[in-house]
C-alpha cells in the first residue's frame, strides 16, 4: 500500500440531546498525506453512550473496507466506550454478556458489532474532551449538529479517491466473510457509492424535518442488531406518549418536536387538532410564548364517541 493513502488515525464522537434523545455522531479520518474524511449521521432517539459506540462502528467498518495493514489510532473522549472495548468486553462475553451483578450488558447490540470488527491493528486512545484537540472538537460539531437537527458541512474525499484507495473493490467487500463487514455497510462507502449514481452528497447545512441521516441505509441494509435497536427505541417513545395521554400530562411544542423527532415548526403548523400515530394531538393553549399541546389515544376517543 506504499502508493496507497494511509489512514493514520481516526476521531469519534457522539451527542444527544436530553439522552435520551435525538442524538448525532461524527468521525474525522485523517491520512498520511494530510486529507481528511468526516462522516456523520442523526438518529431518532438514542443515547448519548449509543452515539458514542455508533461513531466507533462506523470507523471500524471504514477502516476494514480500507484493506490496510498498517495499524492505526481511534480517539474518543468517551471513557465508556474505551473501558468497554479494553477492558470490560472480554469479561461480559464470558459471562454471555452479562455484568458482575448478573444484570446484561447495556447496548449489548452494538457491543457485539464493535467486537466483530475490531482488530489488533486499532489501538484504542482516550482523548480529553473539549481540551482544545482538533479532531476531537472537530468530531465534536459534527455531532451535536446532526444532534440538534441540522446536517454540517462535511470535509470528504470524492468517490474515487476514497474507493481507489481500498485493496478491494465494493463487490470483493460484499464477498469477504473474514469480518462480515457485508453485514454492516459503510456510511462513506454508501456516500461514495450514490455519488458515483448521479446522486449529490448532502453538503449544505439544511434543517431536518423530521430528522434523517445522510447515509442512504435503507432499514433492510441496517445489521439486524441496529433494527432491533431502533424499534426498542421507538417502543420507549411511543410508551412515553401513551404515559402522556393516560395521565393528561400538558406539553410544549418543542417537547412534542422532540418526542415526535421533527422540527418544531412541522407541530406549529399542523393546525389545532391532528392525528400522529395512535394518538389526537390538540392544542389546549398559550402560556406565555409557549403552546401547550394534549395528546389522547385515537382508539380511546373513537370508543367513548361510540
Not at 57 to 82: C, H, K, N, R
Not at 142 to 161: D, H, M, N, T, V
Request: hydrophobic letters at 35%.
Amino acid at each position: 500500500m506504499s502508493n496507497q493513502r494511509i489512514i493514520k488515525s481516526i476521531y469519534t464522537d457522539g451527542a444527544c440531546k436530553g439522552n435520551p434523545g435525538s442524538g448525532g455522531w461524527g468521525v474525522v479520518v485523517y491520512f498520511n498525506d494530510g486529507s481528511i474524511h468526516e462522516m456523520g449521521e442523526a438518529s431518532e432517539y438514542t443515547t448519548n453512550n449509543q452515539m458514542e459506540i455508533q461513531a466507533a462502528i462506523t470507523a471500524l467498518q471504514l477502516f476494514a473496507q480500507s484493506g490496510q495493514v498498517e495499524p492505526i489510532t481511534l480517539y474518543s473522549d468517551s471513557e465508556y466506550l474505551i473501558n468497554s472495548v479494553t477492558k470490560w468486553i472480554h469479561g461480559w462475553k464470558k459471562k454471555g454478556w452479562k455484568k458482575s451483578d448478573g444484570t446484561p450488558v447495556q447496548n449489548q447490540e452494538l457491543l457485539k458489532i464493535i467486537d466483530k470488527l475490531n482488530t489488533e491493528l486499532v489501538k484504542w486512545q482516550h482523548v480529553r474532551g473539549h481540551s482544545g484537540n482538533t479532531g476531537n472538537e472537530r468530531c465534536d460539531v459534527i455531532a451535536r449538529s446532526f444532534a440538534s437537527g441540522k446536517i454540517p458541512l462535511l470535509q470528504q474525499l470524492s468517490p474515487q479517491e476514497l474507493l481507489t484507495n481500498c485493496q478491494e473493490t465494493l463487490t470483493q467487500i460484499t464477498q469477504r466473510d473474514v469480518t462480515k463487514v457485508s453485514d454492516y455497510p459503510t456510511k462513506s462507502a454508501k456516500i461514495a457509492q450514490n455519488m458515483l449514481e448521479g446522486r449529490t452528497c448532502l453538503l449544505e447545512e439544511r434543517t431536518m424535518e423530521p430528522s434523517t441521516g445522510i447515509s442512504g441505509v435503507t432499514q433492510e441494509e441496517k445489521p439486524p442488531e441496529m433494527r432491533i435497536l431502533q424499534i426498542r427505541n421507538l417502543m420507549e417513545t411511543l410508551k412515553i406518549a401513551d404515559e402522556i395521554a393516560q395521565k393528561g400530562y400538558l406539553i410544549t411544542s418543542s417537547e412534542l418536536a422532540d418526542l415526535m423527532d421533527v422540527h418544531a415548526s412541522a407541530v406549529t403548523s399542523r393546525g389545532d387538532q391532528w392525528r400522529w400515530r395512535n394518538w389526537i394531538v390538540s392544542r389546549v393553549r398559550r402560556e406565555g410564548n409557549q403552546i401547550l399541546w394534549e395528546l389522547e389515544r385515537g382508539d380511546q376517543v373513537e370508543k367513548d364517541d361510540n
